[in-house]
């Protein structure tokens, strides 16, 4: 049986105790950024000046009728409509005229759009929803305690309330709204926390009975605390004959996390997720913590955010789910997600409902994505429309310049210079397109035997090359070896982020011999075949006496015209070449980049395909580190 205590807590029992968690402490002022001080600074009596300044933008810098300053003008000599554009000098006077400070505007790089700290007039901040993280060990309950919560307490008797996996959902309790991110487990929240977001408020860390803490428990507390989320436990399965409370308090007690209901300072509440008991307790826990942490926001402004989940949607393209931490979101807003660019055309919630507007706090699948972002990429709306597109093309150009100038952690060049002990370890993750080679490339690579080296073969597959196996790579200090098979763009960026390496090859000896070379530190390292782009075919174009051209959008990186390229039909390599032209429109041009559409030859292949993939690389020196 469930302890059924009743909720006796109060907000008041949380405030007195300075919390070990800190959760109040710079949450105050929600939120952190707003528009660049310009905009709402207007008390510091500062005139901005920018080309092409108009009367009208003067006037209003300077808070007056635009009719006074084009009489002031007109006192100058100088007849001008509002719409006219002002001379530094002109606009200089004028604004020394009124008292003003006069300054040069100082353009924001708005790519770094995320990087803006935005503060809003304190009168238009309101009370947002908690976004709370479910995590724990695994097995421990966290899966049910979400379904449980999801099935039993979203709204459902509203229009078409079906609940739809979107990765996150609200729920209300006593009129308030609690937002869940619905990703158990540690791999989304570290994930997004390691690409700099932070959408968590609350973690509720879920400890079973029956079990205790655990090594995921513990990586849990860490995780919460590095990311300054406020925790309360819930100790789950309390349903169990097993089950020991007081083990779990004592042993979270020795980690810091003092139980409230010992005189600590960290919520505790006692559940069954599976037979549904103490749930509503610790939704009330939950508002609590929520409420003492003054989450606020301004429902006046325009959108900002997180991406917290993303993919390619068979009908209806690129879909995000965008978790709103200020300002409103509207069909129709162009906006930013990481580096890629829209416009709302629709959006729904998770019960699958058509919305026009999404408030801060809440979660919404958005379509209209110039292409997919990835989970923990921020997303801002802009006035301007124009810009969007220049905006992520920057910061992807940024991005590609970053990943490619990584230095790599795991290489096989680094191999032997890494010395790790006496015997030497190459680990490896195997991916290729069919079981057979898997099988005679580990045959093979048994016979290499090298003293004082060993391989260790961590895992293989069948199939393209995907982000668990970059992780794996990662955790692991593993290379990974491709034969045949792709590896998409996302991943090879997340493999260059995290420093691991992917080694593409078309036949076994080649990877063997460079193997065997790394082994014996004999590899040569100058060169490198350096992945720097992919594009996607769109259209073909047979034309006679020449070739098939193939109509292309540039999806990430550069095509260069001096690239090699491979040719990916389904994850498969079915050609390898150089190209023969690259051309925009009817000109040759050196390169094309990201969100571009071009026209490939390939030399000496015809038979493109629609979806066929092309991934361009270059020969490129790896420094060397020791
Ligand atoms: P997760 O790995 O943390 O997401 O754990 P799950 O939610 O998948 O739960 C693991 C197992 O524990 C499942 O078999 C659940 O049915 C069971 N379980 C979860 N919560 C409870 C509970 O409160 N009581 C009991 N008896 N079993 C539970």
Redesign the pocket.
Known sequence: MVAKRPNTRKKSDFKSKKSNQKPAQNRTQQPKRSFPEKKVEIIDKTVYYKNNLTVLELSEQLHRPVSEVIKKLMFMRIMASQTQSVDRDTAEIITLDYGFEFKDEVMTDMSRYDELDIKDDPKDLVERPAVVT?M?????????????IRHTRVVQSEAGGITQHIGAYQVLRNDKAITFIDT??HAAFTEMRARGAKVTDIVVL?V?A?DGVMPQTKEAIDHARASKCAIIVAV?????PGANPDRVKQELADLGLLPDDWGGETPFCY?????N?GVDELLDTIQLVAEMLELQANPKRSAIGTVIEAKLDKGRGPVATILIANGTLKIGDAFVAGNVYGKIRAMNDDLGRNIHKAKPGAAVEINGLSDVPMAGDPFMVFEDERQTKDIAQQRSDRQFNQDHNSKKTVTLEEFFKRAEGSVKELRLIIKADTQGSIEAFKGSIEKINIEGTSIDIVRTGVGAITDTDVTLAEASGAIIIGFDVQAPANVRDTATSKGVEIRDYRVIYEALDDIEAAMKGMLEPELQKIVIGEATVRETFPISKVGTVAGCMVTSGVIRRDASVKLIRNGKVVFEGKLASLKRFKDDVKEVKQGYDCGIMIENYNDVKIDDVIEASVMKEIEQNG
């Open positions: 479910i724990g060990h695994v097995d421990h309950g966290k899966t049910t305690l979400l379904d449980t158990p487990g879920v079973a029956d789950n399965k309390m349903d169990k559940i069954s997720a599976l037979k008991t």
